[in-house]
């Protein structure tokens, strides 16, 4: 069973920085690309970055790159996601996801084959 955790959500100031963890489990995590999603209140998921485990490529929207940097160690099939400079319209629940080919993380196409529970980010003075 394939299952994801996210960890690293909470509190921070704007200009302040979090960084995002993704346990993955259950999978041959150097056959997936791991992206990141965030859903913000009452908006739709949108991606956000991607990593292909396999070769370390990754992709950013365009309103968080240079911002964000996302990381894979996969001795420990973990995915990060390094924020930094947090701007009061990055709060959300962050999401975690993976997928086998990589159609969805090219495009940053909020869609997966599995997603984690999320994790909240608050940003807020």
């Known amino acids: 069973e394939v299952q994801l955790v996210e960890s690293g959500g909470g509190l921070v100031q704007p200009g302040g920085s979090l960084r995002l963890s993704c346990l993955a489990s259950?999978?041959?995590?150097?056959?997936?690309?791991i992206l990141w999603f965030r859903q913000a209140p009452g908006k739709e998921r949108e991606g956000l970055s991607c990593?292909?485990?396999?070769?370390?490529?990754?992709f950013y929207k365009d309103s968080v790159r240079g911002r964000f940097t996302i990381s894979s160690d996969n001795a420990k099939n973990t995915v990060y996601l390094q924020m930094n400079n947090l701007k009061p319209e990055d709060p959300g629940v962050y999401y975690c996801?993976?997928?086998?080919?990589?159609?969805?993380?090219?495009?940053?196409?909020?869609?997966?084959?599995?997603w984690g529970q999320g994790t909240q980010v608050t940003v807020s003075s």
């Open positions: 996801g993976v997928e086998r080919g990589g159609y969805y993380c090219s495009g940053l196409i909020a869609r997966s084959d599995y």
């Open positions: 259950g999978l041959s995590f150097d056959d997936y690309a």
């Open positions: 990593i292909f485990a396999s070769d370390h490529s990754t």
